[in-house]
């Protein structure tokens, strides 16, 4: 046995690691130097000294004799367990025990080989992301609260305008209708304005409860022909096309998974906007396919109409914002913010590439997956 343990011990001062052999009594025999360093102990100290009295606190001495207990019961194979120890200088310190028994065959003798790894800086910077992801969750928590919040406060508020604004709307009908003979032209055409006014009032507070009912409705995911939806799609906005030359050409885009009633709105709000942009053309040319890049599908809407600047691509998916003059073109900036808020919720991305004078194609993803839903 003694010269098993010098052929152990030789072997034992050449390693890095922390080792330390213990006798079926879970007595010290041996350590290397690194063992001794690691706790901070005086060399010699370990011999006949129980590990629970060097390496646990409180909470680990249980679990550690457990594991070397079973180790020596010849039960399971090598364990890892986690143990917090104190040293000498105060410091606290986190170490991962490995241990295993080992057999002496010329000497029919065991012993208990066990290896120690510092992961205190693991484990503090575990405890770091930890407590981040904990502020983190509560930051989302009352960001989703707000949301949610501000989303109704949006659905309340568009809802009660409704009232007023149908008010405004049938006075000044009554005025037109009633007293129109008695009115001056020039009073007349102000009673229009304001006509005017209100339904344009009024689509903007559709488009802002579409907006909000975007978020609070349930998905409903099934097979769509996406083909088919965007010529339904386009037998609505026929009247767009009224008078003007369009080529349209619609590519086998195939069948993907999605809620059909939310991306038909979105397929109409790229469809209007290329029509829309597309007046000032004498031909004007709208392209809907599709294209696979890196397993992903690629659905585009592209024009010849006026383009924009590249640098303002991703301002354009802001609600209420337009890149165009409103006298030029109409419009009040929700249709393509609605149109992110469902690719959104489809777990899909929207982006848009554009060139002044040159066009512009809007591309958007489908995910198979089904995030984010209600």
Not at 71 to 84: C, K, L, N, Q, S
Not at 86 to 99: H, I
Not at 147 to 162: C, G, I, P, V, W
Not at 273 to 283: E, G, I, Q, V
Request: glycine content about 8%; proline content about 3%; aromatic content about 4%.
């Amino acid at each position: 046995m003694r010269e098993a343990l010098e052929a152990a011990g030789s072997i034992l001062r050449s390693l890095r690691e922390p080792v330390l052999v213990l006798d079926g009594n879970l007595r010290g025999v041996m350590a290397n130097p690194a063992f001794y360093e690691t706790l901070q102990i005086p060399l010699g100290q370990l011999e006949g000294a129980r590990i629970q009295d060097l390496v646990a606190d409180e909470n680990g001495q249980p679990h550690l004799r457990a594991v070397l207990e079973s180790v020596v019961a010849h039960a399971g194979r090598p364990t890892d367990v986690e143990v917090a120890c104190k040293l000498p200088n105060g410091d606290q310190k986190v170490l991962s025990v490995t241990a295993r028994r080992i057999s002496f065959e010329r000497h029919q003798s065991e012993a208990i080989l066990v290896e120690l790894r510092d992961i205190t800086k693991r484990t503090e910077a575990e405890g770091r992301i930890e407590g981040l992801n904990a502020v983190l969750q509560k930051h989302v928590a009352s960001l989703e609260r707000a949301n949610k919040e501000l989303e109704s406060f949006t659905h309340s508020a568009s809802h009660d305008l409704q009232s007023p604004l149908r008010l405004t709307n049938k006075i000044a009908h009554l005025l037109l209708q009633d007293h129109g003979a008695e009115i001056p032209d020039a009073a007349v055409q102000k009673v229009e304005m304001i006509l005017e006014s209100t339904r344009e009032m009024g689509k903007l507070i559709e488009d802002l409860l579409d907006f909000s009912r975007v978020s609070r409705e349930p998905m409903k995911r099934r097979r769509v022909d996406l083909s088919r939806l965007v010529r339904e799609s386009l037998e609505d906005l026929e009247v767009e096309k009224e008078g003007r030359e369009v080529e349209i050409t619609v590519e086998d885009l195939g069948l993907c998974q999605a809620d059909r009633g939310l991306l038909k709105q979105v397929i109409l709000n790229l469809l209007s906007n290329a029509l829309k942009f597309t007046r000032p053309r004498k031909r004007a040319r709208i392209v809907v396919d599709r294209e696979e890049t890196d397993g992903d599908t690629i659905y585009f809407v592209r024009d010849n109409g006026v383009g924009f600047n590249a640098p303002s691509a991703e301002e354009i998916f802001l609600p209420f914002h337009r890149l165009q003059r409103t006298s030029d073109f109409g419009g009040n900036g929700i249709g393509l913010a609605l149109a992110r808020r469902i690719v959104d919720r489809h777990g899909g991305r929207i982006w848009a590439e554009g060139e002044v004078d040159k066009g512009a194609t809007f591309f958007f993803t489908l995910s198979e997956q089904r995030p984010g839903e209600k």
